[in-house]
């Protein structure tokens, strides 16, 4: 997670996501930007009494994009947001902790002593309980003992308390290219970002008949469903709008198991879109289908992920993954290694060491040899696909684009992928 912000900014603007997702909210403050959910408070709201100019002290932590999660607000004439976070009972979510470790023992011992296949059935219903249970119970009660819940729960109180030395303050506020000199500025920097293409890139751009599309988000609605079944099930939030008088789709998978985390653990927030922000779309021409889409409002960019292409993150992912699978033999050669010297009783000597010495050499070099091919392997796979493939160079072409309008508004080019 990154780290725990304080800060005292003046109020822009506040909005609520489409509707039907209008518990996520959007807070411009100063030249920051944060992202919250209106259920993470005792009442909400205060944010609609606020309006622009007010003084506002705000905790938060930063994502990866360089906005910010906010925890919690207060306004010394409107009122606070005061978090739910405040009210976890320690002790009773250890106790939840207790009893769901012991459903699970308890379910996972009489499950083969059991002769009835039915007695049998219900003991599985009853683990998968006690699982999902002992997931929340602990998930909640390291909400209640991390350090970063204690830091902002004693920030909150400094500041009710009128100690504010802790919270920075903004350098400017946060004005977005949808008016007055900015839209100008913007116009600008968008000519000149076409002008840093090579001739090459309007040749793929015209082969993956891709264009972009700037304007106002209007008519702005949003509802959830799902595709396929069980393992095969995929969640998503399917936005609909209007952009220049013609509508568009853009859907945005999520994971309902892991939805209802605390945000104290988001790394990135979910995607947003308001009616009336400006934006620019990257549009595949032969479908209408939308595959990037920025929002000039709060400096996002999204990229929808699909087909065969993969994403610098996803092969980030992969690599650790591969790291992992290869590190393996090593930990596993430590234990057993180990565990033969308990075995003798005596302390190892030195023909020991230096047998232990030469198998972790002949295993370590093994293990980099396996690494160094696989990742070889996987990135000549993914060249050749972003060569041949006409979804991939969407794919790539769109991320370019994207790329270029957050360097032109000078935040960091951190794509947000989408799936």
């Known amino acids: 997670m990154k780290k725990i912000c304080f800060y005292d900014l003046p109020f822009v603007r506040h909005d609520q996501n489409a509707p039907s997702e209008g518990t996520l909210r959007r807070i411009l403050a100063g030249d920051k930007v944060f992202y919250t959910y209106s259920k993470q408070f005792t009442d909400a709201k205060v944010l609609n009494r606020l309006v622009a100019g007010d003084r506002v002290l705000i905790g938060a932590h930063q994502l990866v994009d360089g906005s910010y999660w906010l925890h919690w607000l207060v306004s010394p004439e409107k009122g606070n947001l005061q978090p739910t976070l405040a009210d976890i009972d320690k002790p009773a979510a250890l106790m939840k902790l207790t009893g769901a470790t012991l459903v699970l023992v308890l379910s996972a011992l009489g499950y083969f002593q059991l002769p009835n296949i039915w007695l049998m059935l219900l003991l599985f219903l009853v683990f998968i309980f006690g699982c999902w249970w002992f997931v929340a119970s602990f998930h909640r009660l390291l909400v209640g003992i991390s350090c970063n819940t204690r830091r902002l729960l004693q920030g909150l109180e400094s500041v009710k308390q009128g100690d504010t030395s802790m919270c920075r303050t903004a350098t400017a506020l946060l004005t977005g290219p949808g008016s007055g000199a900015a839209s100008l500025q913007a116009s600008n920097a968008r000519d000149n970002d076409l002008d840093t293409l090579q001739p090459n890139d309007f040749l793929l751009a015209d082969k993956v008949t891709l264009t972009s599309v700037s304007g106002e988000a209007a008519n702005v609605s949003a509802h959830r469903d799902f595709t396929g079944s069980g393992k095969s099930r995929r969640d998503f939030v399917e936005y609909h709008f209007s952009c220049n008088g013609v509508r568009y789709l853009f859907r945005s998978g999520f994971n309902s198991m892991t939805e209802g985390l605390d945000p104290l653990f988001y790394r990135q927030h979910p995607f947003f879109l308001a009616a009336e922000d400006p934006v620019m779309l990257v549009v595949n021409q032969q479908d209408n289908a939308v595959l990037g889409l920025c929002n000039e409002r709060d400096g996002s960019a999204y990229l929808k992920l699909g087909g065969l292409a993969v994403s610098f993150h996803q ?102 992928e989408v799936p």
């Open 315 to 416: 092969l980030k992912l992969m690599y650790k993954v591969i790291l992992g699978c290869c590190s393996l033999p090593m930990v596993m050669m430590v234990l057993i290694t180990l565990y033969d010297w308990w075995e003798q009783g005596d302390m190892p000597d030195r023909w020991d060491w230096q047998y232990a010495a030469g198998m972790f050499y002949d295993f370590g070099l093994m293990s980099v040899m396996i690494f160094c091919v696989l990742m070889l392997v996987m990135e000549i796979s993914c060249w050749v696909t972003r060569r041949n493939s006409l979804g991939a160079a969407r794919f790539v072409f769109a991320r370019q684009l994207l790329v270029l309008f957050k360097q032109r508004t000078g935040v960091k080019p951190y794509i947000q």
